[in-house]
């Protein structure tokens, strides 16, 4: 399609962290991007989409020269899309710069510093009609749009696209549940819209993966929709392995988990949050630790491998949860684990209670990645958490385990097989192995790298006491 109004677009995710661990196990792109830009090319405009990591490089002058910047971010690279928005600025001061995503519709009129026109909500119902001219307002509030009128995404637009090893997909958004800590249901709602089954093969069909990662943010909350879904999946024909997020409770349905198995499932996500009844609890996660094991055993019995997610430095963790949590993911045989440190997002209940009790350490957003403390938990000190995060990785991912599941791989499987019962024991593999080595790396590298942030959390402690100390010996003076 050809227009006189033709426009050059650029779409930048940025980078986070070099060393940020989650990432450099999984360099995928946001959907969203890929999403706004194709609706853009098929209205005839020059589109392309640039995803930092994938492109292992910063943006520079030369990506920028177009008419219409389009950035996104998370909190933790939303001062990199501020920077970007500078140096496109600039050079070509006329420029359009539109900025959207979970952060500024949180924190709009930050973002207004740095943008022609925010997107407050989900920017497909609109992008058309601000690049094209027709929306001139500098915040824009959307609706929630129907997934259905998604076109198929092309990834033929993203620079570097060839060098995903998984293809990303999305048939949901919105969440029922709410989370106290997870700004989905701020920004999705919570109801649970669904991309069509038929949709979902079409872009099956298109895109041909090998394997596909469903972003969904809880992919199985309809349990009528995902029995479907796996049966086509199974009678398309289509060859491909997929994994996606999904809730604990899931696995009160173990046929459903057998024939999504069946179907090509080889690896969920998921979000345990927390060994501690009272923290799941505080969470208002609605599951219970006895039905984090019952689900393990579940995915583990269908040879589903897991990568289980848990947050530290709820009001009702101390410093034993550290070690505890650790040990428990060994015991049960949790493939991979990513532990996080309670991240307050602006938009959930919990930056809302901190930010009103003076807890929030700074408002430094590159910090807000679940890798640092950055605020004040109440059974230990910023430092401890930090610390106690560093621990929990260290022993999950050492060297020692790491060996230890190689060799078990190298022992037990060929038994197993010899024994005809190959298919009911799970030991480790050399993926986990693989895993671990890397993660241990990794953590070596972040604690590097951040050494100046430990020390910033040390001097706090520092003062805190000096303070305490001051004010005991000179009570006037407080």
């Known amino acids: 399609m050809l227009r006189k109004d033709k426009k050059k677009v650029v779409f930048v995710e940025p980078r986070g962290a070099d060393d940020n661990f989650f990432s450099r196990f999984l360099t995928l792109p946001l959907m969203g991007p890929i999403y706004l830009a194709t609706i853009l090319k098929k209205r005839g405009h020059d589109v392309k989409v640039l995803n930092e990591h994938l492109l292992r490089r910063d943006v520079n002058m030369n990506d920028l020269d177009v008419d219409v910047l389009c950035i996104t971010g998370l909190t933790q690279t939303i001062n990199r899309s501020y920077e970007i928005a500078r140096l496109f600025k600039l050079q070509n001061p006329s420029g359009k710069v539109i900025i959207g995503g979970i952060h500024v519709s949180m ?9 022609d026109h925010v997107v407050i909500g989900e920017g497909e119902p609109v992008i058309a009609d601000i690049v094209e001219g027709r929306i001139t307002d500098k915040f824009v509030r959307t609706e929630h749009i129907n997934l259905d009128d998604y076109p198929t995404p092309d990834f033929r637009l993203l620079e ?12 949901s958004r919105g969440c029922p549940f709410d989370c106290n800590f997870c700004a989905v249901t701020q920004m999705y709602g919570k109801k649970y819209r669904t991309l069509s089954i038929e949709n979902t093969m079409k872009t099956l069909r298109s895109l041909q993966p090998k394997k596909v990662f469903f972003y969904d943010d809880n992919f199985a909350a309809l349990r009528s929709r995902t029995y479907e879904m796996v049966k086509r999946f199974k009678r398309s024909g289509l060859d491909f392995k997929w994994t996606a997020q999904v809730r604990t409770d899931l696995t009160k349905d173990p046929k459903l988990v057998e024939r999504m198995a069946d179907a090509g499932l080889y690896n969920v996500y998921v979000g345990f949050e927390s060994i501690n009844p009272a923290t799941l609890k505080r969470f208002n996660k609605a599951q219970g630790l006895q039905q984090i094991k019952d689900s393990i055993k579940v995915f583990h019995d269908n040879n589903i491998n897991i990568h289980g997610m848990f947050i530290f430095g709820s009001d ?14 060994n015991e049960h045989g949790i493939n991979s684990t990513q532990f996080a440190i309670l991240v307050p997002l602006p938009g959930t209940q919990i930056y809302n209670d901190l930010e009103q ?3 929030l350490l700074h408002k430094v957003w590159h910090y807000y990645d679940a890798l640092h403390a950055v605020y004040r938990p109440k059974k230990m000190t910023p430092l401890e958490l930090q610390e106690g995060m560093l621990d929990a990785f260290n022993d999950f991912y050492s060297y020692s385990r790491a060996m230890n599941d190689a060799l078990n791989t190298l022992f037990e499987y060929p038994v197993a097989a010899i024994k005809g019962m190959y298919s ?5 593999s ?7 080595l890397m993660g241990a790396k990794i953590v070596r590298s972040w604690v590097k790298h951040n050494r100046d942030y430990m020390e910033f959390l040390g001097n706090l402690e520092l003062k805190k006491r000096a303070m305490s100390y001051l004010s005991q010996a000179n009570p006037t003076q407080q």
Do not use: W
Not at 430 to 436: D, E, H, Q, Y
């Open 160 to 171: 570097n696209y060839q060098k995903m090893y998984i293809t990303p997909m999305i048939t």
């Open 316 to 329: 009702d963790d101390d410093r034993k949860v550290f070690l505890r949590t650790s040990e428990f993911c």
């Open 424 to 428: 009911q024991v799970r030991v480790p």
């Open 357 to 359: 009790q003076g807890r």
């Open 107 to 115: 924190m709009h009129e930050e973002a207004a510093q740095f943008a």
């Open 430 to 436: 050399f993926t986990n192995a693989g895993f671990r």
